[in-house]
């Protein structure tokens, strides 16, 4: 994904990354690093240590970095099997811990391959509409790396009419503006989940993510990603939801889950 571009330095389990404008969201006063490019980052950077797939990642989401930050990402590998790798990785700013990401990574030959979650039937990415944003952002923040569609919900404009979701479900899809889709990029959309909150509620509200935990299921190469996006509940003041991610043929790419600060606009 050529979006998240991680630096070498002298230490091999270390890169750095530069948070640019293009990796942050928020009001343009006020860019942070967007949570899945920040995951993401970890991922590349777990991956070139370790030279295996992730398989499962999950993150934790401690503190902002805002623009022309650079972040230095420390990977330690506790364990590396004949197949799997244990493996982890903390994000810094100086001496602020920013976010970590736990993962598993490698891949078993000789095994099944079988799927049943199953894609929901929507239009064609052609005939949905594109997704509009109500809210001040800056032109070139990550939303301008991906081109998202409507293929069911309320998204924008949109979002606060006629009530709360009956199911929780919203649906979109996605493309990278640049790049393949790949692992990188599917924990980026993995974090485009904040984004059914309003739908859910039938307001204009979203979160921040505290969380957000990622499983790769095939590598398929597809040209749109379908975000199958559920809000599960909101309490307390916080969200919880889940995404399955699927490649146009129908194969399950990935499924996500997080919990968010709930944030109602």
């Not at 967007?34 to 797939?53: D, H, Y």
């Amino acid at each position: 994904m050529s979006v998240i571009s991680l630096a070498p330095t002298d230490n091999p389990n270390t890169l750095v990354l530069d948070v640019t404008p293009q990796l942050c969201v928020g009001h343009p006063d006020r860019l942070f690093l967007f949570g899945g490019a920040g995951m993401a980052a970890g991922l590349a950077a777990i991956e070139a240590v370790t030279g295996r797939p992730t398989v499962w990642a999950a993150a934790q989401y401690l503190s902002y970095a805002r623009p022309g930050t650079p972040l230095a990402y420390e990977v330690t590998v506790p364990v590396h099997g004949k197949y799997t790798s244990q493996a982890r990785v903390v994000a810094r700013a100086g001496a602020d811990e920013i976010l970590t990401v736990n993962a598993a990574l490698g891949a078993r030959p000789d095994s099944p391959e079988l799927q049943w979650a199953q894609m929901p039937e929507v239009p064609a990415p052609q005939d949905c509409p594109a997704m509009t944003y109500d809210w001040v952002r800056r032109e070139d923040d990550i939303n301008a790396s991906f081109e998202k569609r409507v293929a069911a919900g309320r998204f924008g404009t949109a979002r606060g009419e006629g009530g709360p979701s009956a199911d929780g479900v919203a649906r979109l899809w996605v493309r990278p503006i640049e790049g393949e889709v790949d692992r990188i990029a599917l924990a980026i959309m993995a974090d485009f989940l904040p984004s059914g909150i309003g739908n859910a509620l039938g307001t204009a509200a979203g979160g921040n993510s505290l969380d957000n935990t990622i499983r790769f299921a095939r590598s398929q190469p597809t040209e749109w990603v379908l975000a199958d996006i559920r809000i599960h509940a909101t309490t307390q003041g916080f969200v919880h939801g889940r995404v399955h991610l699927f490649a146009q043929s129908g194969a399950l790419l990935a499924t996500a889950s997080q919990s968010m600060i709930l944030r109602v606009h």
